[in-house]
């Protein structure tokens, strides 16, 4: 997932703007984290079921596990719930598909197929619909169930029926005012509504509800960085910490250290993301050390370093062009300024800035012409 913003494609409306209409996107985070407790009902037979309760789970014997009893319902949810936090939806979609037609009479089974039917980035209307009869099905067999309770909620908010998803967010918590998964649905549905005091407020809760939530940490930076505030680094700095591994929420913070002037800690986060394996991190890491040195740092042979490291990754990375030409026109190399102007347009037509900037230079002497920069 890529939550970085071009500064270049800004001008089609706020920050604010884009990111409430981004709140679907973010969503699945607050669907996806279940903390899944397994209890084991309706193996195929007891001397089956002795075998595997036995047998403690972990996503490293789950395969195998399932391998030796391919027809376990607990084992299929298990898995299916671990995929699901993983965001694998595909996979997770096998499991709690299979697990759902094997024991219709499961809750467990019935709410993991609901929830990775509207998790899913291809859900159509048809599986919110579908999604919310089945939750609806587990509300009539457990009324105080808290996560199908949310999970209606959650389709009354696809189909932008806030106020029947805030009815049953208040249900919920009229059962567990400590749900924390209910403030975080609260806070989706207000951003979605343009309250934005009241999504901050909501998403605090749900901190302050579990001060390892990650995911209400990130949100809350989200929405700082899009109104401007500084404070949204903090909050960044705070989601990983807790999620240390998640080189997502480190571009995320260095971005927004870079846009805030902590010049030295996003290039050391930067540094890191360099480093990473996903070409994606990669490429970005080197591109705005670039972007630092040209623009802040004004040191155009580092700049142009940096670029080159950035396109060795991603040679199809038409920022890195745009930059690096601007680099070559300002040290006066005119020609190496068009040809890479040329691979910017040539890798994405629609990137009118490096035809802007490669006919200012034919008409224009350097000293007339300003860099126009671009920055993911």
């Not at 094997?102 to 919110?128: G, H, T, W, Y």
Request: hydrophobic share 35%; aromatic share 14%.
């Amino acid at each position: 997932m890529n939550y970085g913003f071009r500064r270049y494609s800004e001008q089609s409306g706020s920050r604010v703007d884009r990111f409430i209409l981004a709140t679907f996107v973010y969503m699945k985070w607050f669907f996806a984290i279940v903390f899944f407790s397994l209890v084991f009902a309706g193996i195929t037979s007891c001397e089956e079921e002795k075998e595997v309760t036995e047998t403690k789970i972990t996503a490293s014997n789950i395969d195998s596990l399932i391998a030796a009893h391919p027809d376990s319902v607990p084992l299929l949810i298990w898995r299916g719930e671990y995929r699901l936090k993983e965001y694998q939806h595909n996979l997770a979609m096998q499991d709690a598909a299979k697990a759902y037609r094997m024991d219709k009479s499961n809750l467990k089974a019935k709410v993991l197929f609901a929830d990775v039917l509207i998790n899913r980035a291809e859900r159509s209307p048809q599986d919110v619909s579908n999604a919310q009869y089945i939750f609806m099905d587990v509300l009539k067999k457990d009324k105080k169930n808290l996560r199908a309770l949310v999970g209606v909620a959650a389709t009354y908010t696809f189909q932008q029926d806030f106020e029947k998803s805030f009815d049953y967010l208040n249900r919920a918590l009229r059962i567990d005012r400590h749900y924390k998964y209910a403030y975080v649905l609260k806070g989706t549905n207000y951003m979605a509504m343009g309250r934005m005091d009241d999504a901050k407020s909501s998403y605090e809760t749900a901190v302050q509800q579990d001060p390892n939530f990650y995911e209400g940490y990130f949100f809350l930076a989200n929405i700082y960085e899009a109104e401007g505030n500084p404070q949204c680094v903090q909050y960044y700095q705070n989601a990983l910490e807790l999620r240390p591994h998640s080189q997502e929420i480190r571009y995320k913070l260095a971005y927004a250290q870079q846009m805030f002037d902590k010049i030295e800690d996003a290039l050391s986060n930067y540094r890191v993301l360099a480093k990473d394996t996903m070409d994606f991190y990669s490429n970005r890491g080197y591109f705005h050390q670039g972007h630092i040195h040209q623009f802040v740092n004004a040191d155009v042979d580092s700049a142009i370093h940096y670029y080159n490291k950035a396109l060795q990754v991603e040679p199809r990375h038409v920022e890195s062009w745009h930059n690096l030409g601007t680099c070559y026109d300002f040290i006066g190399n005119k020609t190496k300024a068009l040809q890479s102007f040329a691979k910017a347009v040539k890798y994405n037509p629609e990137f009118t800035l490096s035809q802007e900037y490669a006919d200012s230079i034919r008409l224009l002497p350097a000293n007339d012409r300003r860099p126009k920069q671009t920055q993911e």
